[in-house]
């Protein structure tokens, strides 16, 4: 693939850094979209936005680290260039969840109909970062000699080169369209606020168990999980949690 969409001289734009760039903004987009049918101030949008993706941003790059902790106490400059690839959705989940509680807070805004003005959003924005993975070539799968297996041959790519391995970073975009697709069949359909977020949260975390047993790079262990798995898992209790709650 491409890790490097554009270089000019000494300007050099990433492909990763654009994706995730054009995923935030996607994301965005569809939130203010959302927020417009629910009756929601969607001039709000933006700010919200900012410290979601900061809280996005340094979450997935942290829990990156500490699931590398030795690569990044070799490399210590590395821990700032995330353009480069190294983010873990979940990580930036959690601390953008709870950026946005804090905000929304202060604002004395509801979390929950902001949430369900997110999460298809969120969905999107997923679906259009993960191509900036398979530029990078991170988030790469194992080896398999399946027919529609892919080769990295760039010399900069994170993959592991000229090895026929899982179209993971596919998989991630494609569970992204699926779940946005579904919540938006949903949207209509349910009663109360918060439930279309607890089934962000179900569907990402079914999507995210079942893909990660086809990834190749390293995700860290607890027992028998990758560590990403064992959070998936408990993103999908807690969405299931959440429903049942706001269902009553």
């Not at 340094?58 to 210590?76: C, M, Q």
């Not at 000699?145 to 998989?171: D, E, R, V």
């Not at 079942?210 to 969405?239: K, N, P």
Request: glycine share 10%; proline share 4%.
């Amino acid at each position: 693939m491409h890790p490097i969409l554009i270089e000019i001289g000494s300007i050099t734009i990433y492909s990763y850094g654009f994706f995730v760039a054009a995923a935030f903004l996607l994301g965005l987009g569809v939130a203010t979209w959302q927020a417009k049918i629910k009756g929601l101030d969607y001039s709000m949008v933006p700010d919200l936005g900012f410290y979601l993706i900061i809280g996005a941003i340094v979450g997935s790059r942290l829990l990156y680290i500490l699931i590398h902790p030795l690569y990044f106490w070799e490399h210590p400059l590395y821990i700032i260039q995330f353009w480069k690839g190294g983010l873990v959705f979940l990580g930036g989940a959690i601390l953008a969840t709870i950026a946005a509680v804090v905000y929304l807070r202060y604002k004395k805004q509801s979390f929950w109909d902001w949430a369900d003005a997110f999460s298809p959003g969120i969905a999107a924005g997923q679906a259009l970062g993960r191509i900036g993975c398979l530029m990078a070539g991170c988030c790469y799968g194992k080896t398999c000699s399946l027919p529609w297996s892919i080769k990295f041959t760039n010399p900069n790519t994170l993959a592991p080169a000229g090895m026929p391995l899982h179209p993971t970073q596919i998989y991630h975009s494609l569970a992204g369209i699926i779940t946005f697709s579904l919540l938006l069949f949903f949207r209509k359909r349910l009663r109360n606020s918060g439930q279309l977020f607890a089934l962000l949260m179900i569907f990402y975390g079914i999507f995210r168990v079942f893909i990660e047993f086809f990834r190749g790079d390293y995700r860290g262990i607890v027992w028998i999980m990758s560590t990403t798995q064992l959070l998936a898992m408990g993103l999908i209790i807690l969405g299931i949690a959440i429903f049942a709650w706001k269902r009553g």
